[in-house]
């Protein structure tokens, strides 16, 4: 099988998209409240250690994706259950972010549409580009970023006539638990998710190139959430913690005359393109998994498979949006703790053991 590769430009752009993926219309920090643009701030904060782990891991096996250095460092009977729930992570999110899809559509759109239709729609073209490869993802990405950020700068700047400053007073009003909370949970939901990348950044083009791309693209995405935070806050106020989709309800409040309304569905365009490459991400990571605890010559045999089943299993993850919101927001982060935190920290234990281990081997060797 041919290797793919990908440069560092797309894999920035692809990690950008990511991060901000169903995270801008889902919100951030809803526990902080008027405060929640704080808790973005310290998500951030929050996230640039573990994202030097990750860049860490892969500077030491450059070419080696995540289930190879799980088998190098930890050997294949533990390696492999370790890439057992890193699959069912993979498969797991990808499922929930096609949900998060799903409900937004029925909810905002098309209420009297089922809401498998729309899930399906994006499984089947997230299929299709994962078959194609993590080369065509990339392009993608790299093609429709500009596009997307001049979307949200044209919002941005249509919106501040909504603003209302007084929303954003007074700061830490319910002192710093909440901001704590909400901060922990932005770290968890979308930056950690970024673990996954572990398995997709296995071509890039120099051993260092991973700490560019995490590095820039966390704290790229990180300021445009924050940025985009603070206007639903502005415009929104005390409403921002009681919606499903505040960003969708702050954008739909910009009216200029009788010619420029409904301006919302530019919102709808980014949101979909970021859940497509976010489940898309996903399900590579989770067939890439499969293809390696099975032997396969080529992941791309069961993308298809393993496809539908994340369809089936989004549309049957959740009973209702309030269930959705509550799993995003209060459990997902702890959920998600060991998969972001405690075993990468322990691989890159494990592998710095490993790779001194084999130098000092290599010294002795040459004496």
């Not at 498969?91 to 909810?107: K, P, Q, S």
């Not at 909440?178 to 890039?204: C, D, M, R, W, Y």
Request: hydrophobic letters at 55%; aromatic letters at 14%.
């Amino acid at each position: 099988m041919r290797k793919e590769q990908i440069t560092d430009k797309e894999a920035i752009c692809t990690l950008i998209i990511f991060i901000m993926g169903s995270t801008l219309i889902l919100g951030v920090g809803g526990e902080a409240k008027n405060d929640a643009w704080i808790a973005g701030i310290l998500g951030i904060v929050m996230a640039i250690p573990i994202i030097l782990v990750y860049s860490r891991i892969l500077s030491l096996f450059p070419g080696k994706d995540l289930y190879e250095i799980l088998s190098i460092t930890l050997g294949k009977i533990l390696g492999k259950v370790i890439a057992v729930l890193y699959i069912w992570y993979a498969f797991h999110l990808g499922a929930l972010v096609i949900r998060n899809f799903g409900e937004f559509v029925n909810i905002v759109a098309m209420p009297e549409t089922p809401i498998f239709v729309p899930m399906i729609c994006l499984g089947l073209v997230g299929i299709i580009a994962v078959r194609s490869g993590v080369e065509v993802i990339g392009r993608l990405s790299a093609y429709m970023l500009p596009a997307i950020l001049f979307i949200i700068a044209v919002v941005q700047i249509l919106v501040i006539p909504r603003f209302d400053p007084s929303h954003i007073k007074p700061i830490l009003a319910n002192g710093l638990g909440p901001v704590l909370k909400g901060g922990f949970s932005l770290f968890s939901f979308p930056f950690a998710e970024t673990v996954l990348f572990i398995g997709v950044f296995f071509s890039l083009k120099t051993k260092k190139s991973s700490y560019k791309v995490y590095f820039f693209a966390t704290i790229f995405a990180g300021a445009i959430i924050v940025f985009i935070t603070l206007r639903n806050i502005a415009v929104l106020g005390g409403l921002l913690g009681n919606l499903h989709f505040p960003s969708h309800v702050a954008v739909s409040r910009i009216s200029i005359g009788e010619f420029l309304q409904r301006i919302e569905v530019a919102v709808a365009i980014v949101f979909v393109f970021g859940v497509f490459i976010k489940s898309s991400v996903c399900l590579f990571v989770a067939c890439k998994g499969i293809g390696r605890l099975f032997n396969l010559n080529d992941y791309r045999t069961i993308v298809i498979q393993t496809g539908l089943l994340m369809i089936y299993f989004s549309y049957t993850v959740y009973d209702s949006a309030m269930e959705m919101r509550y799993w995003a927001f209060k459990v997902y982060a702890y959920y998600a703790f060991p998969f972001q935190v405690i075993i990468p920290i322990l691989l890159l234990v494990a592998a710095e053991i490993k790779v001194r281990k084999r130098k000092i081997s290599i010294a002795a060797g040459r004496e």
